[in-house]
């Protein structure tokens, strides 16, 4: 992927490695390619290198080793005005002494644009965002939500063929970000444009992208589309950190036909899919299942499954799914998510179970 | 609250209408508010508004030949100052008894002293006149016009009676004609001859020198207060301390180290003379004239302005230019239309802090402004201290006072008091 002769290359990082103070890398060495049109979400834990690659992208940082190109062109060295990447920021960032078409005529102005392109453009841009009477208002009347689609109809309106995004739904409530999470999909989709997302929210970048990169201690851990990453994660970070998640921990017995047999520590024996590299024989590990993939109907499972002894700790109503707290192999914090269906069963505190699982459910990460 | 259905005033719960509820259980919470701040209030009363009402007064008060001179003044009503001679036998009379009362009470020279102010000579007038008059016989000694006369024949000119019948009403625009280089003439006010006019000249050169020391203060301050406002927190303390360093040293102090720098023999002129630049018999004259006052008041008044402004810089955030930027504006348009507009309320305050402290500025041009560099409130104090001419001093003032208020409103009208923010 980083050999940087992709020909659908359009956003390329290069060995990209960004220090502050010559001592600690916040970004190690970063690879990655981006074909044009694709939404794609950097994800991340604050301090994870995800916004200082988003402003080495911008121009607002300069990478302190590697390449980053952008239509084939290394633009290291190119100020960020001269780059025609569209932007949003966190808090908007509207100039609060300008009214909002003012705000969008601003981006036309500087690119010497006659006043009757000008003036159709913002009007083009307003209504894109639902926005079309707002005009002659200045940011301060305008709600979070509203400021936010000028935000976006700002960093629009100059048709770049790359927008960033820098948490903009941030400081929106939880209503109106899955609205406009919606909205930006749709006009990123309807507009053809590039998009990198960055946020801390998982719900956000599963949701919205094409791709996800979940970003950790400077380095990409995981890249790839949002199922993917849920089903499939590589370590266990990424699994840790997207979606809900049981670890149990062990070591491996022996790997026979792509499944490994791990002995959890109080010496049960499951199946698991290796899928870390630091997964071998004699190794320890960590295995990782999502709630809803445990089984406790011993009929909806094969016959040679290995199961576990649980003991029921916990059981909540959430509604549309049954969230039960289980220990299982010395764990207490063992989950399982069942869907409230009219033939579910509701376990007791107290009862005694067991559970089992799909092998390829049961991931066996690094520990 | 609960009454939402009765049309007449909404009723507490027990009955008594809300309003008055809420009203006294607001009063205590509004005494004991007032109570806190009552010694400042006094304070403030006492020291600041009535002595300088007291003094806004003075400009037109014109009481003492009135008190002094009571029957003068009225005998004197009935006299036509145009006739061209002198009043009547009736006038001195009335003055003779006035006189001797006065000089009695020693308060003739006052007189004379207020009214040569309008018309130089005539103290001596009263001076010799008292003297001589305290021996009289005021009842039966007349007639008293020859006498006057004897003892100055400026008693029988008829324009220092034209200036006593002037200035005998108990109010005078007259001290505000003289602030504004004026007098009363035979057909009113006029302009005083050209050589004595220096009140206009004074205001002017105060106004335009304020102007261009708050020019420079904006110059000068505006990078540092970016600078200040734009560096990480720990080294813009460090700097802050800085620019408030001159807090911390007397004026006079700072006043004088201007003079040391700036004389002809000073640190700069021996400098250029050593490095050549300035030939000895032509070193530079810095001081003692207007570029000396503005050199020492923009550094003295300087942290007036970058106070404000840093703290209107500071609530300014870097991502509206990275935001100006991104939608390809350069780094200087990104500056003048993003970033400068939103910094105008600091230099709004600034500015006006430092043109109104100039405008009043008093110890610097008296000690650097020689004769061509000082400003009207050395005027002021010149006629507050030394000529006594208290009246004058406190039109002269009222002036001042009046025009800054109209250079506020203006302000406001063409800018805006709300856009002025000090942080």
Redesign the interface.
Known sequence: MADGSNSDAFVEFERVQKSYDGENLVVKDLNLTMPKGEFLTMLGPSGSGKTTCLMML???ETATHGDIRLGGTSINNI????R????V???Y?????MTIAENLS??LE??KIGKSEREEKIKRALDMVEMGAFGGRRPAQLSGGQQQRIALA??LV?EPELV?MDEPLGALDKQLREKMQFEITRLAHNLGITVVYVTHDQTEALTMSDRVAVFDDGRIQQLAPPDQLYEEPVNSFVAQFIGENNTLEGTVKEINNGVALVQLDDGELIDCKPVHDSVQAGARTRVSIRPERVEFNKSRLSADAHTLKAEVLEFIYMGDIFRTRLRVAGNDEFIIKTRNAPDQVRLEPGAQIEIGWLPEDCRALDA | MSDSTSSGPVLAADGTPLKRSLARALRMQKMRALMLIAPLLLFVLLTFILPIADMLFRSVENQIVSETLPKTVVALQDWDADSGEAPGEDVYAALAVDMKAAAEAKLHTRVGSRLNYEKPGISSLFRKAGRKVKKWDVENGGPFKEQFIKIHKGWGDPDVWRTIQTYSPRLTNGYFLNAADMQKGADGAEWRPENEQIYWTLFIRTMIMSLAITCSCIILGYPVAWILANLPARTANLLMILVLLPFWTSLLVRTSAWKVMLQQQGVINETLVWLGLVADDARLVMINNQFGTIVAMTHILLPFMILPMYSVMQTI?P??L??????????W??FW??YF??SVPGIGAGSILVFILAIGYYITPELVGGTKGVFISNRIAFHISSSLNWGLAAALGTILLVVVLILYWAYDKIVGIDNVKLG
């Open positions: 911008a121009g607002f100020p960020p005005h001269k025609g990447i569209g932007m920021f966190q808090n960032a509207l100039f609060p002494h601003f981006p500087v690119r700002r960093a100059f960033l | 955030k991502t509206y990275r935001a100006a930027k991104s939608l390809g504006a350069t780094n348009t990104a239309r993003v507009p939103q």
